[in-house]
């Protein structure tokens, strides 16, 4: 079992910066691909980021490529996600996601993840 907990969401301006974390306990945080994820209200989840379990690789969705970077800190158990030029259609709860994997593998599905933290709200108002 991973226990995935998100923090730093919030209300901010359009062209404003966040910086989300999530800190995993239970497992070894380097056996797991993670990936972020966002849905807005009444739309389905969608693929933000997500990085290999060595932090070698990396993938991003087109409409947050250039703007948001995924990190993971193996000391802290942490993967962040720096958004920065946020814009009013980047609001959505944001979920962390873990995978136990043996390969360096970026998974971009939700289908693929089987651990979810419980969410984080982004309101980026115009």
């Known amino acids: 079992q991973v226990q995935l907990v998100e923090s730093g969401g919030g209300l901010v301006q359009a062209g404003d910066s966040l910086r989300l974390s999530c800190a995993a306990s239970?497992?070894?945080?380097?056996?797991?691909?993670m990936g972020w994820f966002r849905q807005a209200p009444g739309a389905e989840r969608a693929f933000v980021a997500a990085?290999?379990?060595?932090?070698?690789?990396?993938n991003y969705a087109d409409s947050v490529k250039g703007r948001f970077t995924i990190s993971r800190d193996s000391a802290k158990n942490t993967v962040y996600l720096q958004m920065n030029s946020l814009k009013p259609e980047d609001t959505a709860v944001y979920y962390c996601?873990?995978?136990?994997?043996?390969?360096?593998?970026?998974?971009?599905?939700?289908?693929?993840?089987?651990?979810w933290g419980q969410g984080t709200q982004v309101t980026v108002s115009s």
């Open positions: 996601a873990a995978r136990y994997t043996s390969t360096a593998v970026v998974l971009t599905s939700p289908r693929d993840y089987n651990y």
């Open positions: 990085i290999s379990r060595s932090g070698g690789s990396t």
């Open positions: 239970g497992r070894t945080f380097s056996n797991y691909v």
